[in-house]
């Protein structure tokens, strides 16, 4: 996976310069809304994100990409042992989480599968 598929960012959204499209924001966009149980995705959130870029004419023929700047925070319920960090409900009725997964491998497994699809 490429070096240019991450970055750092701050948390306050008055950090940030205006968008030039709508955002999704959080909690819609965040990896329990994506990984709603172990191994079953749901990309209609991050699909509709690159579909408001397209609009936006951030789209790049020459290249056919599509530049995004998103945030993958939280965990999900399900990769953790003890969920007593999970307060906040996600945009697919699951838990939002605030401790990193109990394995690596469940967000490297994310990663993998988000860059797959916005490959394909």
């Not at 991450?6 to 959204?13: E, K, Q, V």
């Not at 909690?27 to 990309?43: H, S, T």
């Not at 951030?58 to 969920?83: C, F, I, K, Q, R």
Request: charge should be negative; proline fraction near 10%.
């Amino acid at each position: 996976m490429p070096a240019t598929f991450f970055a750092i960012s701050p948390i306050r959204t008055g950090d940030f310069p205006p968008l030039p499209m709508g955002t999704l924001g959080y909690p819609g966009f965040a990896w329990p809304a994506i990984e709603f149980a172990k191994d079953q995705y749901d990309f209609s959130i991050y699909d509709s994100y690159v579909d408001q870029a397209v609009a936006a004419g951030l789209y790049d023929p020459a290249t056919h990409t599509v530049e995004l700047s998103m945030t993958l925070g939280l965990t999900p319920a399900w990769a953790l042992a003890n969920d007593s960090t999970c307060t906040r409900p996600s945009a697919n009725g699951g838990e939002n989480c605030t401790a990193p997964p109990d394995s690596l491998r469940f967000w490297s497994s994310l990663l993998d599968t988000l860059v797959g699809h916005s490959t394909a």
